[in-house]
């Protein structure tokens, strides 16, 4: 099955400074990729995805990226404000049927990300 | 407006009882998924369905079981529970891939906080 690796876990930036989350995956199947947002004591809510036939993806301040030969992803955040603070996950998975990896999603381990004012 | 409900939110259990989680959504999507999270170890697959009939396996399903009982309702089960359960319950719905791509855009429940003591 997939696995799904995460880093920083931790990482603090100054307001308006900019924030790179960093995932690998290891099922080269994977062709879906969300990333989610998980407010303190909240439930996680999608902010972005990307599908393998991109390699970026925007969206005003996140960007995401995707490097299949490597088979990395990356969330960007530019200009980060305090209410960026929060948990972010990666997840992957093969979104067509055939494979052990599909219709379900992945995790990464989580990144708390902490926007200082 | 909650479209995937869970509940309960909170919950305190003795070590060896039975409790049922229970979760019933309103999106109209077929799959339903299970996850617990737990700090450094993101979110861990127990158990999904892609519709009524269909009950799956995920990472980490020893010591639980599910129901699927309606397309809207999938029940969670701690049939002895033990002190390492103790964590934040998901329940996650989505959609079926849609033409021309997939959309796995999850929608999370609130989360049950469970303590097994």
């Known amino acids: 099955g997939e696995n799904v690796e995460q880093h920083p876990s931790t990482l603090s930036v100054q307001e308006g400074d900019s924030a790179v989350i960093k995932c690998t995956y290891s099922?080269?199947?994977?062709?879906?990729f969300p990333w989610y947002k998980q407010e303190l004591g909240k439930r996680p809510q999608l902010i972005i995805d990307?599908?393998?036939?991109?390699g970026e993806k925007k969206d005003q301040r996140i960007a995401v990226t995707l490097n299949k030969t490597a088979k990395h992803f990356s969330l960007h955040i530019t200009e980060t404000q305090p209410e960026d603070s929060a948990v972010y996950f990666c997840?992957?998975?093969?979104?067509?049927?055939?494979?052990?990896?599909?219709?379900?999603?992945?995790f990464g381990q989580g990144t708390i990300l902490t926007v200082h004012p | 407006d909650a479209d995937v409900t869970q509940t309960p939110r909170n919950r305190i259990t003795k070590t060896g009882k039975r409790i049922m989680l229970e979760c019933s959504q309103t999106?109209?999507?077929?799959?339903m998924y299970w996850y617990r999270q737990d700090p450094g170890l993101g979110l861990r697959l127990i158990y999904y369905?892609?519709?009524?009939?269909?009950?799956n396996k995920g990472e980490i399903s020893d010591g639980y079981s599910v129901s699927r009982q309606a397309q809207a309702k999938f029940s969670l089960s701690l049939e002895s529970a033990i002190p390492n359960q103790t964590a934040l319950y998901f329940c996650?719905?989505?959609?079926?891939?849609?033409?021309?791509?997939?959309?796995?855009?999850?929608?999370f429940g609130s989360g049950t906080r469970l303590t097994v003591v």
């Open positions: 996650a719905t989505s959609d079926h891939p849609g033409t021309g791509g997939m959309n796995y855009g999850y929608t």
């Open positions: 099922d080269s199947a994977s062709n879906y």
């Open positions: 990307i599908r393998s036939n991109v």
């Open positions: 997840a992957a998975t093969q979104a067509n049927a055939g494979g052990t990896s599909y219709g379900k999603l992945t």
């Open positions: 999106k109209g999507h077929d799959r």
């Open positions: 369905s892609f519709d009524v009939k269909d009950i």
